[in-house]
């Protein structure tokens, strides 16, 4: 009788361990993400209005406006060409929205790489529960094959005891029609 061949499994002990970490954490559907403190909201609100259509697009208006206005005001030009003070305003909005942004753009990048993290996790767990599927497979291939060849080996002693019987059968039937 011959043992099924069970091959050891492919996966070392350090993925073998890494998997059992992976099947641990929860998964990247469920995972939240840290809460958000008042000024991470704050820098996404100002981050949402000030990259939005929206605001370039009245900005551009309020801008034309203050221009006309200051090229065909006959009183009084309250920012006379080369527009000092809209320059002044422009670059005060700039230096102020330029933090928030990037307050925001941070959080983002931090979101991403967490998220980036969760998708590199799910990647290699799946990945290692498809390499232990494949060994499984093989394994049960392995022991049907050696299943197999005992079955073959049992009928292949069947059929030789039958010939063997037969012949002996044969044998004596031959003997007494010669002593007939």
């Known amino acids: 009788m011959v043992p ?3 091959k050891p499994t492919q996966l070392s002990s ?11 954490i929860q998964p990247a559907r469920a995972a939240t993400l840290r809460s958000s403190s008042r000024g991470d ?9 000030v ?3 929206r605001f370039i697009i009245i900005q551009s208006c309020l801008l034309a406006v203050w221009i006309v206005l200051n090229i065909i005001s006959w009183i009084s030009h309250w920012d006379p060409y080369p527009f000092i003070l ?3 305003a422009l670059s005060f909005q700039a230096a102020y929205a330029t933090p928030f942004i990037l307050m925001s753009q941070n959080r983002q990048s931090e979101v991403d790489r967490s998220k980036a993290q969760q998708d590199l996790d799910c990647d290699l767990k799946a990945e290692m529960e498809i390499e232990l599927l494949h060994e499984k497979l093989d394994s049960l291939k392995d022991r049907e094959i050696a299943n197999l060849y005992l079955l073959v080996q049992t009928r292949s002693e069947t059929i030789l005891r039958m010939d063997q019987t037969i012949a002996r059968q044969i044998d004596i039937n031959d003997r007494s029609d010669l002593a007939l």
Do not use: E, F, M, Q
Request: glycine residues 4%; aromatic residues 6%.
């Open 14 to 24: 350090t993925d073998l361990n890494r998997l059992a970490y992976l099947r641990s």
């Open 4 to 6: 099924p061949v069970i």
């Open 86 to 88: 809209l320059n002044l």
């Open 51 to 53: 990259g939005s259509w």
């Open 41 to 49: 909201r704050i820098a996404d609100v100002v981050t949402d209005i």
